[in-house]
């Protein structure tokens, strides 16, 4: 045998020798087993993808992601689901999605497999287990485990805030410090205040709203305005009579008050703001206040611009009454899924304590009550506490199987108050009850 | 050579065919050997058009819903096109597509062909010109409506400044995107600068065709050029005019990609085109029967109208 014969052998056999060793390592290439997770392409997904590393490493089942841009994901994933498509074993869903998917039979129950995991719904946040897993919503029927905790919460610039010379006009103006509001209307004044002020030379404006016309941006902003008005989807002892709930006169007061936030203290050209332009508009520095899911807030906090020092969070203002929008998803088995198996071994996975401690160390944010309820959970982040407190007084969005539906109508109607200066706030909501009853009698509902 | 020999030579090429079959096909008529060639793509054309075609209208009398396959399909009658024709919200955004592809045709004729007007005249760097003027027309719709949105910002976007710098307002006191009155003359505009060169081209082969020796005459009568254009130029493109309009009409009537990354159908719905309101009806709220029904109504009038406009074509071009 000459030189390069042996080296050839011993080239070989190193290779052998690793791949022995990396087989013994690495599970994943034993088993061979892969699954994909379908989710929306934000910071959070980031932070899963971090995580699952874990998951690799303790099964051997590989993962792979599938991330769909916000404004594309509702789309992409429903279309996904409605074709009977097996792209995705795991699939983090919206919230509203929950009544389709399991009416329609496209996300596994899993009732059993919690009863046999031993994974208990009591030790979740009651506002996530009703919002991102329940269908019925206050049944003990459930399609998903919560997963991503998330609601509406505000950022405002905290070293605007703590300028002297801000803080002394503010005061000649409204005869209050400037401080974190606690009413929409505290709110109100404070954009209005920035609205085209001068900061550092720069022309600022006051707050950065939801405006969005194409998908949900629009009705998951003003939401938060209406449900402080105290809007009601319907009457709580008769499912489905919405007159004097959606369009009551607290909900009409709530829906001006929006618009005149849109028109007085907006940035040029935000008629179509969702998260994305909400983040680019607070990250450039040009405004004060900016509504957002606190999903994005870990992201924020880290900015080398506006993070840090400079930004302050807080939850959802009160008006008559307190409340804000909840987003957020749960995480589901696709019942197309040729690797349920391995999907629910990964929910399993998920549902551990020390993986939710993780989970909200990487910036996605746990439902768990281990986590919230850690006397060490407020202090943990600068947004933690909001965040639990937003958490105790969500509202959703309908999660009927006709949700797309209802989103759209609203959508429509709020947009054309708002942004296009149709008719009044009464007209709007009255339009909206008869589209929304127009709806549900297509589905067969009474009411 | 024979034939014998070229069939010997597919056999010992190819597959070796059965003696059998070589004679069957070789027997087979001209009118056979056709069928056999087209049967493909009549089978091809029958699965991806008509097929789909006539499941749509058969949906369309139906209360299917894609999302929900499990359900009973319930026959409705013509229960959708009484709801569709009767339905404001329907009408309006048909107004908002008339005066879209009005404008927009409008526009692009009248510039398309002063452009092609002007480019046929032989000058120094015209060939450079007319690829310059095509560029607009190789982007792709989502990129145009994404960088517009850009050169509308009322603060940063260059359209707002050049406005401002001409007019002497402030570049952030409008809103193109933004603005009930502005957003529909703001997706025509868009339209105009990226379909404009389309009509150019269209436009140049017209006059292109023109033989010199139309032109040669008119000069040996003295005919001034404006008698020229209005006699020679203009009757003899008007056919290459037409068809572009057609064409332009008929795009138009579909525009969907950059009206919805430009406005998403807002302000309210200002900008609702037809296609926006048959997309969120047919894939966001899986109203199948509906969505049906909606695309045969739009069918039947472009359709419609496109066959009256093929007609009128015909009447210009055999003159």
């Not at chain 2, 994404?146 to 402030?170: D, E, H, K, M």
């Amino acid at each position: 045998m000459n030189n390069s014969m042996k080296a050839l052998f011993a080239a070989g056999g190193a290779l052998a020798a690793a791949l022995c060793i990396g087989a013994a390592t690495t599970p994943a290439q034993a088993q061979g087993k892969t699954i994909t997770l379908c989710w929306a392409a934000w910071d959070p997904a980031n932070a899963l993808v971090e995580l699952s590393k874990d998951f690799t490493a303790k099964t051997g089942i590989g993962m792979k992601f599938e991330f769909v841009p916000w404004t594309n994901y509702a789309d992409r994933f429903l279309n996904e689901l409605n074709s009977r498509g097996s792209l995705c074993d795991l699939i983090i869903g919206d919230s509203q999605w929950i009544g389709g998917a399991a009416e329609n039979g496209q996300y596994v129950k899993l009732n059993d497999f919690f009863k046999k995991e031993g994974i208990s719904m009591d030790d979740y946040m009651p506002a996530t287990v009703v919002g991102y897993s329940q269908w019925p919503k206050n049944t003990p029927n459930y399609w998903a485990l919560p997963a991503m905790g998330d609601a509406v919460g505000w950022t405002y610039r905290k070293d605007w805030f703590a300028r002297p010379d801000v803080q002394k006009d503010f005061k000649a103006k409204y005869g209050r410090d400037l401080a974190v509001p606690k009413t929409l209307d505290e709110l109100r004044d404070i954009a209005q205040f920035f609205q085209g002020r001068e900061i550092d030379g720069k022309k600022v404006y006051g707050a950065s709203i939801y405006t969005e016309r194409g998908s949900e941006g629009i009705t998951m902003g003003v939401s938060n305005y209406l449900y402080d008005y105290g809007f009601k989807y319907q009457d709580p002892s008769k499912p489905y009579a919405m007159d004097g709930f959606v369009n009551s006169a607290g909900a009409v007061k709530g829906l001006e008050a929006y618009k005149e936030l849109y028109k007085c203290c907006t940035p040029p050209g935000a008629s179509n703001s969702y998260m994305s332009e909400g983040l680019d508009a607070f990250k450039s520095g040009q405004v004060a206040l900016q509504m957002n899911f606190f999903a994005f807030f870990p992201g924020l906090y880290k900015d080398p611009n506006v993070g840090g020092d400079k930004i302050g969070f807080f939850s959802n203002p009160a008006a008559t009454t307190q409340a804000t929008q909840l987003g957020g998803q749960g995480i589901s088995v696709v019942s197309y899924s040729k690797n349920q198996g391995e999907a629910l071994q990964y929910i399993k996975w998920f549902a551990g304590g020390d993986v939710q401690k993780k989970w909200w160390a990487l910036g996605g944010y746990s439902c768990a009550k281990s986590v919230l309820n850690d006397p060490s959970f407020p202090d943990s982040a600068p947004f933690a506490k909001e965040f639990l407190k937003s958490m105790g007084m969500v509202v959703d969005f309908w999660a009927e199987p006709s949700y797309a539906q209802l989103l759209q109508a609203e959508q429509k109607r709020v947009h054309d108050y708002v942004v296009a200066d149709k008719g009044t706030a009464q007209e709007a909501l009255d339009g909206l009850v008869k589209d929304w009853k127009a709806i549900f009698k297509e589905e067969g509902k009474k009411f | 050579m024979n034939d014998l020999s070229a069939s010997s030579r597919i056999t010992y090429g190819a597959v070796p065919l059965q003696p059998g079959l070589v004679r069957r096909v070789r027997g087979l008529s001209d009118k056979a050997l056709a069928w056999l060639f087209i049967t493909p793509t009549i089978v091809l054309l029958l699965a991806i058009n008509i097929f789909p075609l006539v499941w749509t209208i058969y949906l369309s009398f139906t209360n299917y819903r894609a999302n929900r396959s499990n359900a009973p399909v319930k026959w409705l009658g013509i229960d959708w096109y009484q709801t569709i024709l009767t339905d404001p919200d329907i009408w309006a955004a048909m107004q908002v597509t008339a005066h879209f592809v009005f404008w927009t045709v409008v526009i692009e004729t009248v510039l398309g062909f002063g452009l092609a007007f002007l480019i046929d005249k032989k000058f120094r760097g015209h060939g450079m010109w007319t690829t310059i003027i095509l560029l607009p027309m190789m982007l792709s719709p989502a990129v145009v409506g994404n960088f517009w949105t850009f050169l509308y910002q009322p603060q940063i976007g260059l359209f707002n400044y050049v406005v401002a710098f001409v007019t002497g307002r402030s570049a952030s006191s409008f809103q193109m995107l933004g603005d009930v009155t502005l957003s529909p003359w703001a997706i025509v505009i868009v339209d105009a600068w990226m379909w404009t060169p389309y009509v150019m081209l269209i436009c140049l082969a017209g006059l292109r065709s023109i033989p010199d020796y139309i032109y040669e005459a008119a000069e040996v009568d003295r005919a001034s050029k404006w008698r020229q254009f209005w006699s020679i130029t203009l009757p003899m493109a008007l056919p290459f005019i037409m068809l572009a309009v057609l064409f332009r009409g008929i795009e138009n009537f579909k525009m969907f990609d950059m009206v919805n990354l430009l406005t998403g159908g807002g302000p309210g719905s200002t900008t609702e085109v037809a296609s926006i309101t048959l997309k969120r009806a047919a894939f966001e709220s899986w109203r199948t029967g509906y969505s049906s029904a909606f695309a045969i109504i739009l069918f039947v009038t472009v359709f419609g109208l496109a066959n009256i406009y093929v007609k009128a074509l015909n009447r210009v071009k055999s003159r």
